[in-house]
């Protein structure tokens, strides 16, 4: 089992930025692949980002095209956090993200095949 707790949501201006973080309770974490994915109110939930483990590819990275360019996610196996780089937000990006944790590879961009998930933080992006 894997806990995962997301933080730094937030409300911020158009063209502001923030960094969420999302810490993992288990210490085989950095084998884990790691996702985060957002969900507007009457939206469907969507992909934003994940990033392999480190001993895999080189920890490759993968981004919604909504996002490319803007956003940039990492991960901190010493902390077992992963972190997602907002930049140039925009009003579209208002959303609660969710991290997520996956023991397998393949299909990191597909949620339903998450393995874990945390319980979301909100992101608020005023015009």
């Known amino acids: 089992q894997v806990q995962l707790v997301e933080s730094g949501g937030g409300l911020v201006q158009a063209g502001g930025s923030l960094r969420l973080s999302c810490a993992a309770s288990r210490r085989t974490f950095s084998r884990y692949a790691m996702g985060w994915f957002r969900q507007a109110p009457g939206k469907e939930r969507e992909f934003v980002a994940a990033i392999l483990p480190i001993t895999w590819n080189g920890g490759d990275t993968y981004y919604a095209d909504s996002v490319k360019g803007r956003f940039t996610i990492s991960r901190d196996n010493a902390k077992n956090t992963v972190y997602l780089q907002m930049n140039s937000l925009k009003p579209e990006d208002t959303a609660t993200y969710y991290c997520?944790?996956?023991?397998?590879?393949?299909?990191?961009?597909?949620?339903?095949?998450?393995?874990?998930w945390g319980q979301g933080t909100q992101v608020t992006v005023s015009s």
């Open positions: 997520a944790a996956k023991g397998s590879f393949p299909a990191v961009t597909t949620g339903a095949l998450y393995d874990y």
